[in-house]
């Protein structure tokens, strides 16, 4: 009678001998925890002298040397996988009394024999082995203390050098957000032929020179308006009630034109005060 082994690179052998249920499940014969394996996941019989693999319509599958097989016979040395756990198969000569079984692990190997003693040397085990003396800490020099000190001041300087860089920098971005968004709203309307709308929304100083034929104009003037696709500004500043912003439009086509904008906050609201295309 033949017995089948199944062996894993890392862990034990599983020996079989008679027709078991492989799975997850805790009710199976072989019980494999992995979360690749499904809960009743492959049969594997005896078939007269040979032993054959049958999946159960797992969900990873069941392959023999990579593989994939709903049944097939195991041969000597193939490889059996189970979702992600492979094994290496070996079919030996069995009792007729042998079952199921996890062997037991190896004897540990026999410790190393002691070092042997040099020739002319003989220690008593109550011996106590000498005492290193501690090797007293060489202090730091006056250098190595001006030259740390002299680059802590460095970095201290550096940062107070981005504070007051960044600082202002910040007040002047979130300052001049809702008048950047003023300005994008009357953009995109002057492109989308709403010029009536757009006039209405300048300051009162704007209108009071400019008329609405007269900004109509000015637009045709600056085809670039019509065509606004975006606008980034690299210049930004506030004082009260008046932001001042410079940067560059670019058009749908990809033409670019330096752009000022001047802009004053009346009754709550920002209002183009003034612009300036170049």
Known sequence: ??????????????????????????????????????RRHARIERRD????????????????????????????????RFGALEYRVEIAAESSEATILHPAPSTRPAPPPPPPVHAGV??????????????????????????????????????????????????????T???IHAVETQ??????????????????????????EEFEFYVESHSILSEYASISFSG????NDEVKLQGKLTSASGRQAPIAVFLVKESGTWRIKDISLE
């Open 1 to 38: 009678m033949t017995a089948i082994r199944l062996l894993s690179p890392s862990g034990l052998p599983i020996e079989i001998s008679q027709d078991v249920l492989v799975g997850r499940d805790p009710s199976c014969d072989v019980v494999l925890t992995d979360g690749s394996v499904s």
């Open 49 to 80: 002298s040979d032993w054959a693999v049958i999946d159960q319509g797992s969900a990873n599958g069941t392959f023999i040397d990579g593989q994939r097989t709903s049944e097939a016979v195991i041969r000597q040395g193939q490889h059996l």
């Open 122 to 175: 003989m220690r008593s085990p109550s011996t106590t082995p000498p005492v290193k003396p501690l090797t007293p800490r060489k202090s730091k020099s006056p250098l190595f203390w001006i030259t740390t000190g002299g680059c802590g001041c460095l970095t201290i300087v550096a940062l107070l050098l981005v504070a007051i860089v960044a600082i202002p920098f910040g007040f002047a971005f979130i300052g």
């Open 177 to 179: 957000r809702d008048a």
């Open 187 to 212: 953009l995109t309307d002057i492109r989308n032929g709403k010029l009536a709308s757009v006039y209405d929304r300048l300051s009162a100083d704007y209108k009071s020179r400019l008329g609405p």
């Open 236 to 239: 930004r500043s506030r004082q």
